[in-house]
């Protein structure tokens, strides 16, 4: 199993509507939690962390769900600047980051 | 706002040759990472430094591979006899104590051939 699964998409969608990416991981003594994006051959940047009370930035929302190991991202009224692939990544600690593959977003007009 | 830096942006090498990989953290950051991704594929973990050591590193960073703070702000990695298959992003990211976000600079693309 991936130790974090992410579908990869794309998901293809008109500005202004709602997506939601899920993403599950494996490692159950996982500590920390964090959606970044990355856009084409750039650098991963960090968009949020992601707390079990879940946490909300504007118009993005994340959603920690520790017994069923399930993290979700809903973005509301996207914008055609969302377009990129998002990244679900966990941490077992204050060491290395666990990346999933990115699920890839398209904002059309 | 604070970055992290690298150079080169991209840094073309023949099989065999030894290339070093700069990255420069954020200044207060007391954790220092390198990851790589391989076109298409996701970000891996190399390997974490703190206070002048490694502290964790992955299958991938082995012998090959080292890594070297040798001033107050340079966080280097060096690659010894490259290999086409070390074509990749090399990203550099550094944190704080706390909280535990790490930050990423914009990479170095390594073409080997």
């Known amino acids: 199993r991936k130790e974090v699964e992410q579908d990869p998409g794309p998901f293809n969608v008109p500005e202004g509507a709602t997506v939601a990416f899920n993403c599950t991981y494996s490692?159950?003594?996982?500590?920390?939690f964090f959606w970044y994006r990355q856009d084409c051959r750039k650098e991963p940047k960090l968009l949020m962390s992601?707390?079990?009370s879940g946490n909300e930035d504007g118009r993005f929302t994340a959603q920690l769900n520790r017994a069923s190991q399930y993290i979700s991202l809903l973005i509301r009224d996207s914008k055609l600047s969302d377009s990129a692939t998002y990244l679900c990544?966990?941490?077992?600690?204050?060491?290395?980051?666990?990346f999933g593959t990115g699920t890839r977003l398209l904002v059309s007009p | 706002e604070p970055e992290v830096t690298q150079t080169p942006s991209h840094q073309v090498t023949q099989m065999g040759q030894e290339v070093i990989l700069r990255c420069v953290p954020i200044?207060?950051?007391?954790?220092f990472y390198w990851y790589r991704q391989i076109l298409g594929q996701k970000v891996e973990f190399l390997v974490s430094?703190?206070?002048?050591?490694?502290?964790?590193k992955s299958e991938i960073f082995d012998d090959q591979f080292s890594v070297e703070r040798p001033d107050g702000s340079n966080f280097t990695l060096k690659i010894r006899s490259t290999k086409l298959e070390d074509s990749a992003m090399y990203f550099c990211?550094?944190?704080?104590?706390?909280?535990?976000?790490?930050?990423f600079g914009p990479g170095t693309r390594l073409t080997v051939t």
């Open positions: 990211a550094s944190r704080g104590m706390v909280p535990p976000e790490q930050y």
């Open positions: 490692n159950s003594a996982s500590q920390s």
């Open positions: 992601v707390y079990s």
């Open positions: 990544v966990v941490s077992t600690g204050f060491q290395k980051l666990v």
């Open positions: 200044s207060n950051h007391l954790y």
């Open positions: 430094f703190y206070n002048n050591e490694i502290s964790e």
